[in-house]
């Protein structure tokens, strides 16, 4: 049975490790709340720190899901270029 587009494209290996990508966020997430008691100087109470931690990991797993579903149209549109280069190859040789 013939692998679909879709099934080829989903099988490209991704390059991201998300163990370090989530790691990298934890960090983002605990230095911006560092920088913006620094900044104030202030220190936030746990609950408010907590919250804006929360947050802020939130709102960068949103950015990495985004980042995901323009991947697989960047994989489909390589695809497509890859076929339509192909194509042009052929119609030369003809």
């Given at each position: 049975?013939?692998?679909?587009?879709?099934?080829?494209?989903?099988s490209v290996r991704?390059?991201?490790?998300?163990?370090?990508?989530?790691?990298?966020?934890?960090?983002?997430?605990?230095?911006?709340?560092?920088?913006?008691?620094?900044?104030?100087?202030?220190?936030?109470?746990?609950?408010?720190?907590?919250?804006?931690?929360?947050?802020?990991?939130?709102?960068?797993?949103?950015?990495?899901?985004e980042l995901k579903?323009?991947?697989?149209?960047?994989?489909?549109?390589?695809?497509?270029?890859?076929?339509?280069?192909?194509?042009?190859?052929?119609?030369?040789?003809?």
């Open positions: 049975m013939a692998i679909s587009d879709q099934e080829k494209i989903g991704s390059a991201v490790d998300l163990a370090i990508v989530g790691d990298n966020i934890n960090d983002i997430a605990d230095f911006t709340v560092e920088k913006y008691e620094f900044k104030n100087d202030a220190s936030l109470s746990s609950e408010t720190r907590e919250a804006g931690v929360a947050k802020i990991k939130e709102v960068l797993w949103q950015r990495v899901e579903k323009r991947r697989m149209q960047v994989l489909a549109e390589m695809f497509t270029l890859a076929e339509r280069t192909l194509d042009e190859i052929i119609d030369k040789g003809k």
